[in-house]
């Protein structure tokens, strides 16, 4: 098959269309770099030693004797380009990562929350409109997010995408409905997540698109089989305040003996997925794609769900870390439960890679071994979803002690 | 009150703009004059003969001694000089029509498409950017449509915005919750106005923002109590196959003596509003802010609903003209119910304009006056949902007959 990876120089782009060249697919990677180019603004850099697109694809070929293509190109504010493109390529499925992906960076400041909505809405608005107009029947695959659904669940399992409801009507019966799990964002970039889905589904509606909506819990992990052919074609590894996920910052701040930070109570339970099921899984998608007509199909990606402080204390039962709660830049329920179902993926026979097998070697492999290039002031959080939060996550004495400690 | 209305020089803002100056408000268009441009790029004219902007509030200020400020700015592409403009002007609201309102435009060709998405999305999230980013407590007003709801009901009153559920949980109990009505978009227009309505929810969640989301019906007829004071004040009239609204539609295609051009089965059933009443509900829903804190206010801004077909007869009996039976180039149900509650602007003292006390003084002093400037060659629809309706449209015999009959 012949697949374009939009976004594929990225966290989870990367080991994707390492794993379907390994499949056998033919994998052109869409890229603006635009990742790349945040680094640069904000002043941080991967935990691991991460080469250009180009030098890791060549190592790819080199490993392997199998070609990924490099496509430099702004998928959000080339449409022409991006037409032309898949006119002349012509793939059988389209894998969109091309998003900005953090929440804590689309809250900076109000320039990141127009480029983080300006880029996310234009860039799958793009993809739609290219589809239609050039009249190719390509899968589209989409990495959504777990964010959707907001993390306040009313006590019912989480289903995949579409919640059956009970609506009165004007004669007094009940009836039957599955609408689009009603949306509630946390973040500027989670908002844009739920416009894609508005957006997949009108376009599947009046086009008949096939497509696909990954609904992601957070991803942990670094290694895949394939990035571990070779030294130079390790993942990146981000652990500071703003694209660092949740775990991946635990086992790096134990790695360097700075406490684990815990904003809040710590009582947010999220879903959680190493690195190796979310490529196995996109996989999953590609191979059972929707037939023409069919509405959006969305999975719930992802494994285990665990509360932030009760991860916290494995990882310190682990590592011997102190734990910090400090205030929570987030707008968010202290406290939540979170019923996830994931059937679909199960059924597909996906085999999770569990917490507990799979933490120590990140310790050992990753976080232990590139602790020499942790940037300790890049560790905090900085960003707050309002100015009230700002000022009191900047005020707190905890806070400030770390800051002390890490030298920032 | 100090009133920016974005969007101001448009087919509501301006009987808008006009109306509120007359309460005795500060007004202050922003406007980037978009609409005149799409005339330009169309072809096509306003039936009535409309002034510049700069001169129509120039007459307005000699007949009434009150002053409309016009500010040259567009929204949607340039948020640092509204940001800055919102500092210095500070309003206490804004009335927000600054986005691509005609759904036939938005489904030209994929240019449209791109336009429309990235014009609106961009224009409602600047302005919620903008606000939190100068901290200005301003009530946003935003002019939405009905037809976020989608046009296929089950059986139920579409509510104000918010739908009682009742979801199964995992212990089998029913749990009841209101959601925000789950969006059905019929358009790429539509469904920009469905992408707004969640980046309201998320800015008022998570920044207390104050907002009001009007849900439009379809807006007849021409003249409002302020318009009519000088023959220079007098609002745009669109009849072309993009812009004009069915009915305005209609009464042209009489008074030209074309026949009433009904797509489909005409079984459609949509939602209308007189424009004095629509400038009127402004009012009422300025004068009744939500509080900080309140979830977004939801009003349907309607007054009366009817079939297409039925409309159509109406202004056949009235005027002898002939009904022509043409496909439909939109994507959408062949026949529908609509029943929808505004209750909210009827307690407010709403007393709506009924269509058959107004309808024949539009044919007499609006359309018949104006009937010697119609170019016959654009009143038929030409944009299309999809390839397959284009082609059936343009191989329509009864269509091609038309065309014969209007020399377009």
Redesign the interface.
């Known amino acids: 098959m012949k697949i374009a990876i939009l976004g594929g120089d990225g966290f989870v782009g990367w080991p994707t269309s390492l794993h379907l060249s390994a499949c056998g697919h033919d994998v052109h990677i869409v890229d603006n770099l635009s990742r790349r180019w945040i680094d640069t603004e904000l002043g941080v850099q991967s935990l691991t030693p991460m080469d250009s697109i180009q030098e890791r694809t060549r190592i790819w070929t080199e490993q392997t004797g199998k070609a990924i293509g490099f496509h430099l190109l702004d998928v959000a504010s080339d ?1 022409e380009r991006l ?1 032309a493109w898949l006119a002349e390529h012509r793939p059988d499925a389209i894998i969109h990562f091309a998003e900005q992906r953090a929440a804590p960076y689309s809250m900076k400041s ?1 320039r990141h ?2 480029y983080t ?2 880029n996310n ?2 860039a799958s ?2 993809v739609l ?2 589809l ?2 050039t ?1 190719l029947d390509a899968h589209l695959v989409h990495l959504g997010t777990m964010g959707v659904y907001g993390y306040s669940t ?4 989480i289903p995949e995408g579409y ?9 007094g019966e ?2 039957p ?1 599955e ?2 799990y ?4 946390g ?2 970039y989670h ?1 844009t997540k ?2 894609d889905q ?2 997949f ?2 376009y599947a ?3 008949g698109l096939r497509i696909t909506d990954l609904h992601q819990g957070v991803v942990w992990g670094t290694h895949t089989k394939e990035t571990r052919l070779h030294p130079q074609l390790i993942n990146r590894f981000d652990y500071d305040g703003d694209y660092g996920t949740v775990l991946n910052r635990f086992l790096i701040q134990a790695a360097v003996k700075y406490p684990l930070t815990v904003h809040g109570t710590g009582g947010q339970t999220r879903a959680f997925i190493h690195i190796q099921d979310s490529v196995r899984c996109i996989e999953l998608a590609l191979n059972t794609p929707p037939a023409a007509g069919e509405r959006v199909k969305i999975f719930n990606q992802m494994t285990e769900t665990h509360r932030v402080r009760d991860l916290a204390q494995i990882v310190a039962d682990m590592t011997g870390a102190d734990i910090a709660y400090l205030p929570n830049p987030r ?1 968010e329920v202290e406290e939540n439960d979170l ?1 996830v179902k994931n059937d679909q993926f199960r059924e597909l026979g996906l085999d999770p890679i569990k917490l507990e097998s799979g933490l120590l070697s990140e310790i050992v492999e990753v976080a232990e071994k590139f602790a020499y290039r942790v940037d300790r002031t890049r560790i905090p959080c900085v960003s707050a ?3 009230d939060l700002a000022r009191k996550v900047e005020t707190d004495p905890e806070r400030r002690r770390l800051k002390v400690v890490s030298g920032g």
Chains 1, 2 share one sequence.
Not at 154 to 157: Q, S
């Open positions: 449409y037409k109000d929350k127009t909505v300006s809405v234009n608005h793009n409109n290219a239609v107009a009249g009313v006590g019912a399992a919640l059956p409801v009970d609506i009165t009507l004007e004669n009940r009836a409905q609408i689009l009603p949306a509630n964002p973040s500027v908002m739920c416009l508005l957006m589904q009108f509606k009046n086009d707008k019923i979803w309002t100015e």
